[in-house]
């Protein structure tokens, strides 16, 4: 019996990674898709504006479901989970940008945009990226040092 409750906390423990490498990758394949096929790497301004956009990501599916609330009265509450999941996501999402910083690479510096640029997308392979807390303090002193092009603050 022993041994079948320490298989399922090991299966359990695999199931969380597994689960915080797939919500990153596809964080990391949504800044993917917004470089895809540019040469160069962003500067400070244009990361700080593409987080921004990406804090924004759910706004359409926020107001649908504030169309579906307004409609009737016993669906009001039919996609209150979900709303509260977002709302939940981007405000945890927010605070870290506006403090200790997201979880990103560093497409600032070339050497880890080429990198970044070379990833296949897969969640499993996100381990191999070398990611960077990146706060929207560090991208504007970055940006005001006008050193885009070379290694940001940490």
Not at 45 to 64: C, N, V
Not at 66 to 85: L, S, T
Not at 101 to 126: I, M, R, T, Y
Request: charged residues 35%; hydrophobic residues 40%.
């Amino acid at each position: 019996k022993d041994q079948k409750v320490r298989i399922n906390n090991r299966e359990k423990i695999k199931l969380g990674h597994a689960a915080k490498a797939n919500v990153l990758g596809m964080k990391l394949a949504w800044f993917a898709e917004k470089v895809e096929g540019r040469e160069e790497p962003v500067s400070p301004a244009e990361y700080e504006e593409l987080i921004d956009l990406y804090l924004r990501r759910f706004d359409g599916e926020l107001e649908q479901i504030k169309i579906v609330q307004a409609i009737g009265k016993h669906r009001a509450n039919q996609h209150a989970a979900r709303e509260a999941v977002i709302k939940t996501t981007l405000e945890m999402e927010k605070q870290h940008f506006g403090g200790g910083g997201l979880e990103l690479p560093d497409l600032c510096d070339a050497e880890h945009f080429k990198k970044f640029q070379e990833w296949n997308g897969d969640a499993a392979s996100v381990q191999h990226l070398r990611l960077k807390f990146i706060s929207r303090k560090s991208l504007r002193s970055a940006a005001a040092k006008g050193e885009g092009d070379q290694q940001m603050v940490e």
